[in-house]
């Protein structure tokens, strides 16, 4: 199978290096503008890479597409026109949504949407405890922004910008498991502002409540202020409470036999990459890697697309991210 990996930034790396692991047979070949990104993938990786993506001479299968999320709508549309099928990181903006669910249905290929913690083990272990009854929940996630990625200027990265902010990515990232989860959305109430001095144009924190149609009631603090990387989530009923701090080895769960909080243990092995916080675990990512090559194979249905994705996005705008 012929791949290519469009944008070799952080992403673009890490899918590159997960799927030679795990397809050491594909063929790869990479896209990027920037001559010192594509140098640096040839060296990691001995695959070849072109500077644009009409320079690509072979028969491709799949793209992923590992850019900045505004730019991600022309490139997918390109793409699709060729009949490639598409792995999509986080869009974060609607942009082209539904000329492109179209446009790959016309061109019978998979248009297939990053949502990576719905491929967390402790994710769905806390979905299935939840099941259909009503639960409380208070999750805070937060990092400085600067410390996003600490080799480059803030202000030249999408999360700096208003229209794909950090603030908006980490909502992108949650709410898809959280109203999975918990059910749809009711009613919204939102506090956010600015709190700190960074050089940005958008609320660098939010306080959210929600209300879900089965009367499950959450607080979802989203920001990036806290100088201390937290991802810290309690969920609570009469009689149970679990809790997870984003590493597996944090989920814990009530005993109502012992009356003591105990660890959950889900994993035999859990895989970090060098460089990345102890809440990225590479797991999910080859999870979802390995779904997106089942919906092409076995026309497989995935657990999330571009149509739900869609929902969530009008839902982070009722938000004001």
């Known amino acids: 199978m012929n791949i290519v990996v469009i944008g070799l930034g952080s992403m673009g790396k890490r ?28 060296k990691m990786f001995s695959i070849k890479c072109f500077n644009s993506l009409s320079e690509v001479d072979l028969l491709i299968d799949a793209a992923f597409i590992c850019t900045s999320p505004n730019s991600h709508n022309e490139l997918i549309q390109r793409c699709l026109s060729r009949g490639w099928n598409i792995f999509s990181e986080l869009n974060l903006v ?5 000329d492109n669910i ?11 949407l990053s949502s990576t913690f719905l491929y967390r083990e402790e994710i769905n272990y806390i979905r299935n405890r939840i099941g259909n009854a009503s639960w409380n929940y208070i999750y805070h996630i937060g990092q400085y922004l600067p410390d996003w990625h600490p080799w480059e200027n803030y ?28 059910g749809e959305v009711n009613e919204i109430n939102v506090i956010g502002n600015k709190i ?12 959210v409540q929600l209300i879900h149609a089965n009367g499950s ?6 920001d990036v202020v806290s100088p201390v990387a937290v991802r810290k989530l309690e ?16 989920l814990m769960e009530f005993n109502t036999n012992n009356k003591k909080l105990e660890q959950v243990r889900l994993f035999e092995k859990t895989e970090h990459a060098d460089g990345y916080s102890s809440f990225v675990v590479e797991n999910a990512y080859k999870n979802e890697i390995k779904a997106f090559f089942a919906t092409m194979t076995n026309n497989e249905t995935p657990i999330y697309g571009f149509e739900q994705d869609k929902k969530i996005l009008q839902l982070i705008n009722r938000i004001g991210a």
């Open 15 to 42: 899918r590159i290096r997960l799927m030679k692991e795990m397809y050491p047979h594909f063929h790869i070949v990479g896209v990027d503008g920037r001559k010192d990104r594509c140098d640096e993938v040839q």
């Open 94 to 98: 609607s942009d082209g949504y539904d």
């Open 102 to 112: 179209r446009l790959a249905k016309e061109k019978g290929v998979v248009l297939f």
């Open 155 to 182: 202000k030249e990265t999408f999360f700096g910008n208003k229209e794909t902010n950090g603030c908006r990515e980490i909502m992108a990232i949650e709410l898809p498991w959280l109203i999975e989860t918990f």
């Open 196 to 207: 700190t001095e960074l050089n940005i144009d958008f609320n660098d924190n939010f306080f």
């Open 217 to 222: 009631k959450g607080c979802l603090i989203a």
């Open 235 to 250: 969920v609570y009923k009469e009689g149970k409470y679990l809790s997870w701090n984003g590493t597996p080895e944090s």
